[in-house]
């Protein structure tokens, strides 16, 4: 079965970094494209980043341009989302998802067929 697992959320201070990732199983990962999206408390689930299959194109929220970047290994069935000077606004659950259709909708979370559970990410003030 299709399974995606989050790892390396935690707390940090305003200004910190972290690096979240996604391991994929149960799929030919290279097929996929990937993206971050994360929820806050109270609100709707936001899209943060997304790659292609090959890695070679990006999209980001442009509140986390300049400060976040995601990368895959495929070798490694990995996608990661590198974030460096985070701030009170970043704090969420972070999930990953993986959309088989090659869609250009990537912003949108229904183009997505798989998704993780999720890993917290907390930024103290």
């Known amino acids: 079965q299709v399974q995606l697992v989050e790892s390396g959320g935690g707390l940090v201070q305003a200004g910190g970094s972290l690096r979240l990732s996604c391991a994929a199983s149960g799929l030919t990962f290279s097929n996929y494209q990937l993206g971050w999206f994360r929820q806050a408390p109270g609100k709707e689930r936001e899209f943060v980043a997304a790659?292609?299959?090959?890695?070679?194109?990006?999209d980001y929220l442009d509140s986390v341009k300049g400060r976040f970047t995601i990368s895959r290994d495929n070798a490694k069935n990995t996608v990661y989302l590198q974030m460096n000077s985070l701030k009170p606004e970043d704090t969420a659950v972070y999930y990953c998802?993986?959309?088989?259709?090659?869609?250009?909708?990537?912003?949108?979370?229904?183009?997505?067929?798989?998704w993780g559970q999720g890993t917290q990410v907390t930024v103290s003030s």
């Open positions: 790659i292609s299959r090959s890695g070679d194109s990006t």
């Open positions: 998802a993986a959309d088989r259709t090659f869609s250009t909708r990537v912003t949108n979370r229904r183009t997505y067929d798989y």
